[in-house]
């Protein structure tokens, strides 16, 4: 079964400085998706970025950016220029029939 | 639009009554999800449902019940709860088994008394 370790329970970050959240998986398959979503107070599950593993090409989406390392099954997450609102739970998630999530680490942002 | 719809969004109930979960969406998804989240954990998978067959039981108790009367709702029935069942439950849709994007719904908060 396919497993996705965070390692950092919890970061934290001053505002408008940058952090980068961690994650490995563990799968057999050649062909699928990696997830990072962010979950704040509300638990609404928010879509933060999507890499696509046959991609080379690292996903970016405004301030946010993916490290995505195929062979070394590595995915890692980089906030740029951290803002208040980027406080929440980050969950990195793994998915070809079914999504498994990584136990998550939760975002601090300092003023 | 993009929409999952879960209702109710707050339901607490006893231990020995029957209530369900309900989930919706119109976006032609044939693959939906239930998950369970407990406080300061990750969802866990309960059930896949693809093509309005269950493919995916991960080994959920039977106080828990599924049903996907048709392609855009998908139930979750409650019987007999205990109170550790007290969690959000998230429901998600994907287009198809083989899709790439899922969409969650805002959940459903259960409250087990």
């Known amino acids: 079964a396919q497993t996705v370790t965070q390692s950092q329970p919890e970061m934290s970050v001053q505002e408008a400085e940058t952090v980068t959240l961690s994650c490995t998986y563990d799968?057999?398959?050649?062909?699928?998706?990696l997830f990072w979503y962010k979950q704040p107070p509300s638990r609404q599950m928010i879509l933060v970025i999507r890499?696509?593993?046959?991609?080379?090409q690292n996903a970016t989406e405004n301030r946010f950016s993916v490290n995505f390392q195929k062979a070394a099954k590595s995915f890692s997450l980089k906030i740029s220029d951290s803002q208040l609102g980027d406080a929440a739970m980050y969950f990195c998630?793994?998915?070809?029939?079914?999504?498994?999530f990584g136990a998550g680490t939760r975002l601090t942002v300092k003023p | 639009d993009t929409e999952v719809t879960q209702t109710p969004k707050h339901l607490v109930m006893g231990m020995t009554n029957k209530k369900s979960l309900k989930c919706e969406q119109h976006?032609?998804?044939?693959?939906m999800y239930w998950y369970k989240q407990k406080a300061k954990k990750p969802p866990e998978l309960m059930f896949v449902?693809?093509?309005?067959?269950?493919?995916i039981n991960e080994s959920v108790p039977s106080r828990f019940s599924p049903e996907c009367p048709n392609s855009s709702l998908l139930n979750l029935h409650l019987h007999a709860l205990q109170p550790e069942d007290s969690a959000l439950y998230l429901c998600?849709?994907?287009?198809?088994?083989?899709?790439?994007?899922?969409?969650f719904g805002e959940g459903s908060w259960l409250t087990v008394v």
């Open positions: 976006m032609g998804h044939r693959a």
């Open positions: 998600a849709s994907k287009f198809s088994v083989a899709g790439n994007t899922i969409y």
């Open positions: 890499q696509e593993a046959y991609k080379q």
């Open positions: 449902y693809s093509y309005e067959k269950l493919s």
């Open positions: 799968t057999s398959e050649s062909d699928y998706y």
């Open positions: 998630a793994y998915l070809d029939n079914d999504m498994r």
